[in-house]
């Protein structure tokens, strides 16, 4: 048999890239949060590759709360661009080049009052992504057939999706030329598709039989495939080599093999390897009829391939004498569903034998996934895995969490270990457990994200406790320090000086006396203080503003001695005297009895708060830091001397009347 294998078979420029984006992620150290917003490529096997290396595939953006969300290179509309930006989601856009600058200049024609037209299919994520940036107005064509009639637009803007033909693309396109003048086409189909579907036609024609690898639900392949039917008859579509059916591809003597844009090198490899293997077991093959049959019994698991589907059941053939049959009940949940509606001839069914008939074999495919989601929970469970689900609903005592493997009770005790009261608040939220019971005998599994969360607080704490300890360590009394005042008080500030508050009392804010601290500082200033005490035990930090100057009252003694006069203004005065302020903060008492060389009988009388006085120190008690002053001192003492003479005659004269000046003037010569 000779093989002849396209040269532009697999992963096209976009499918690579978008690959490579998930795989830079990955590397990144964020699996556990990367999701791609649909099927990074239409193939299951990649994408069962990435869900095991912990890559999630949803459907929508309100499936997300936090992560990475990767947008595949089919491209997403404008509007899901602007919602994950608004979720603050790490955005990866991975879209094709091609699909970006179509969407480019959709946006542009648009905003340009075009009626956009798309070539292609309605349902396929591309062709959705482009009318999602004219609005979703575009209107879509995919059949040469169904072309509207477009001459009611002032103006025709048509792009076509990247992997349709391009007979189709020209079909289309002169339809609506004869129906319309303005018409701006742009053939928009990739270079790679274009030379991609020319090879698959020129080796179909010659060859006897055309193998065409890929996703069946993958556009370009399927393109493909129509393309190699049309040239070869003998043309098989498959997605791996499980798929092949070397019974009637072993009669034909060349064969060519081409693969859709989505389909990785591997799985092309793969199929090569075993076409080759299996012609070379062939020849060597003595085997009697029964020998082909496979060997199972009850609760074995087989794999077959769908014969045929009706509404109620499925047959399958499973390599045995007699066929298998999947009945409705043992295939979904759903009693409404019909079968044949989701299961085509030719599907590959994995299931689980529940009995072994004359006629036919029973299986069972919900019984299958039972059985692996128990393995997997079992699994989950001895090894502590932390399991990611949503809470699907609230039930009496607790919630039902759907982990992906299946649904979990959770009970209302183990979903915090702060009490929640609304257990309907929390459907749909996104949680995450583990499993702290599991009985596959009895069916009980137990979720708990306390546990989770408790391990997670304590591991906080013990961290915090750490970094306070390195941080209070580090700190020596007499050390200068800065901070933010966090909090006022009626006795002093806290300040954050780092992983520690440290605190100001009132009496260290300032030399000054301070009424409250709201007086001179403010929530948010930015201090700088000395520390003057550590309470290693209690980890508390005393510091002091008023250290980080110099005391007034030693500045004061080192420049001021007993006997010196100064200059002060009064700011208080009482029964017993006045205070004057004789330097910055410095205060002294002037005794009501060293206010004048006169008995003073009210201060209030002779000094008022505000005057400027001279004064003598006349101590200073430096324990108390306390001065003493007087005015009197600086004020020189006049006496009066008075000598009454006992021979001084004492006139009387009734018609006199002597003056002060007339009796004491002497004394003033």
């Not at 947008?71 to 080049?97: F, Q």
């Not at 082909?292 to 589907?309: D, H, L, N, P, Y």
């Not at 009496?507 to 001179?520: F, I, Q, R």
């Amino acid at each position: 048999m000779e093989i002849i294998l396209a040269k532009t078979a697999g992963y096209c420029f976009g499918v690579n890239r978008a690959l490579d984006a998930v795989d830079k992620a990955i590397e990144d150290g964020q699996v556990h949060l990367i999701h791609t917003l649909g099927p990074i490529i239409h193939n299951p096997q990649v994408i069962e590759k990435l869900e095991q290396r912990g890559v999630k595939t949803v459907q929508g953006l309100d499936e997300i709360e936090k992560g990475t969300i990767v947008i595949r290179s089919h491209g997403v509309g404008e509007n899901v661009i602007k919602e994950a930006e608004e979720k603050s989601l790490n955005l990866i856009n991975a879209t094709c080049p091609y699909v970006k600058n179509i969407q480019k200049r959709v946006k542009k024609y648009y905003d340009e009052d075009y009626q956009i037209v798309i070539i292609g299919n309605k349902d396929h994520p591309e062709v959705k992504g482009i009318n999602g940036w004219c609005n979703n107005s575009g209107i879509i064509v995919d059949d040469k057939n169904n072309v509207p009639n477009v001459a009611k637009y002032d103006k025709i803007c048509v792009v076509a999706q990247t992997t349709i033909t391009n007979e189709l693309f020209i079909a289309i396109t002169e339809k609506m030329k004869e129906q319309h003048n303005n018409v701006a086409i742009f053939n928009t189909i990739c270079n790679a598709t274009k030379e991609r579907q020319e090879e698959t036609r020129r080796i179909a024609q010659d060859v006897d039989c055309m193998i065409i690898i890929g996703g069946y639900n993958s556009s370009n392949t399927q393109k493909l495939v129509s393309i190699s039917k049309k040239y070869c008859n003998n043309t098989f579509h498959i997605e791996t080599k499980k798929d092949l059916d070397m019974d009637k591809i072993k009669k034909y003597e060349k064969v060519g093999i081409s693969a859709g844009a989505s389909t990785p090198q591997w799985i092309i490899e793969e199929v090569i390897n075993f076409m080759e293997n299996q012609e070379n077991n062939m020849e060597n093959m003595n085997s009697t009829y029964e020998d082909t049959f496979k060997s199972f019994r009850k609760g074995s698991i087989v794999e077959g391939k769908v014969i045929s589907a009706s509404k109620d059941e499925i047959i399958v053939n499973v390599g045995y004498k007699t066929d298998g049959i999947i009945k409705k009940s043992e295939y979904t949940k759903d009693s409404d569903v019909d079968l044949s509606t989701i299961v085509n001839p030719q599907d590959n069914i994995e299931a689980l034998v529940l009995n072994i008939g004359t006629d036919s074999v029973e299986l069972s495919v919900l019984r299958l996934e039972e059985r692996k989601a128990k393995d997997e929970l079992e699994k989950a469970y001895e090894e502590g895995t932390i399991l990611e689900g949503k809470v699907v609903k609230a039930i009496k005592g607790g919630l039902m969490v759907d982990v992906g493997i299946s649904e979990i009770f959770m009970p209302a005790s183990q979903y915090h270990y702060k009490f929640v009261k609304d257990l309907e608040s929390l459907v749909g939220k996104q949680i995450r457990g583990k499993i702290i019971e599991f009985d596959k005998k009895k069916n009980k599994v137990i979720l708990s994200q306390k546990v989770i969360v408790e391990a997670e607080h304590k591991a906080k704490v013990e961290a915090d406790a750490k970094v306070k300890g390195d941080f209070f360590s580090s700190l020596e009394v007499g050390q200068k320090i800065s901070g933010k005042v966090k909090s006022i008080m009626n006795y002093g500030v806290f300040v954050n000086i780092g992983a520690l508050d440290g605190f100001v009392h009132i009496s260290d804010l300032s030399h000054s006396k301070v009424n409250h601290p709201n007086d001179v500082l403010s929530e948010g200033d930015t201090i700088e203080a000395v520390i003057i005490n550590l309470d290693e035990e209690n980890q508390k930090i005393k510091l002091s503003v008023k250290e980080m100057t110099e005391d007034p009252w030693t500045s004061f003694v080192n420049n001021n001695k007993k006997g010196d006069i100064v200059e002060g203004t009064i700011t208080n005065t009482v029964s017993f005297g006045a205070f004057a302020e004789i330097a910055p903060t410095v205060e002294g008492l002037i005794h009501i009895s060293q206010i004048s060389h006169e008995k003073v009988e009210s201060v209030d009388a002779v000094l008022h708060k505000g005057d400027t006085v001279k004064v003598k120190i006349i101590g200073i008690d430096n324990d108390k830091k306390k001065v003493s002053l007087s005015i009197k001192e600086t004020i020189e003492k006049v006496e009066k001397q008075v000598e009454i003479e006992e021979n001084i005659s004492v006139y009387k004269d009734e018609n006199a009347n002597p003056t002060l000046g007339d009796l004491f003037g002497d004394l003033f010569k």
